[in-house]
């Protein structure tokens, strides 16, 4: 097994009510989750926070601010996210919404070249992720 010093590096969040993240680039993101389905997502925060830490990694292959070869470090605070960001085995029969966004990630991966490690990240030290995530009254500076 050989490792790679990650090139670009992304934080993640996600909550009832909105994910966001951030890279270490400064260039932020953050979606605001509609009123009406913060009620059906309350208890899929997992899942929130697995889509949150592959919105942090594909916006960044998508806006070209990253290359071929390219390796990513992404973190986030929740370890189950974590660990499917490193090996989501789904059975698509008990969760199709987990298994579809693993295999999408997946080809993201795959076709854009490119590495990910995973890291667990206390809470209480992503801060400016938690922000993006929960603090919609802030205003972002494009």
């Given amino acids: 097994m050989s490792f790679q010093r990650p090139s670009f590096i992304c934080w993640s969040d996600a909550c009832p009510t909105g994910l966001g993240g951030f890279d270490h680039s400064g260039k932020a993101w ?37 290359s071929a070869k390219e390796c990513f470090l992404s973190f986030c605070d929740n370890s189950s996210a974590v660990g ?17 966004v693993a295999r999408k990630f997946a080809n993201i991966l795959l076709s ?6 995973s890291q667990h990240i206390p809470g209480s030290s992503n801060v400016v992720a938690d922000a993006l995530s929960r603090r919609f009254d802030y205003q972002m500076m494009i």
């Fill in 30 to 66: 953050r979606l605001k989750i509609p009123d009406k389905f913060q009620a059906s997502v309350a208890t899929k925060n997992n899942c929130l926070e697995f889509i949150a830490a592959i919105i942090a990694v594909w916006q960044a292959i998508k806006l070209d601010r990253s």
């Fill in 112 to 117: 854009s070249n490119t590495c990910l490690y």
């Fill in 84 to 100: 499917w960001l490193y090996k989501a085995n789904t059975d698509s029969s008990k969760n199709l919404p987990l298994f579809l």
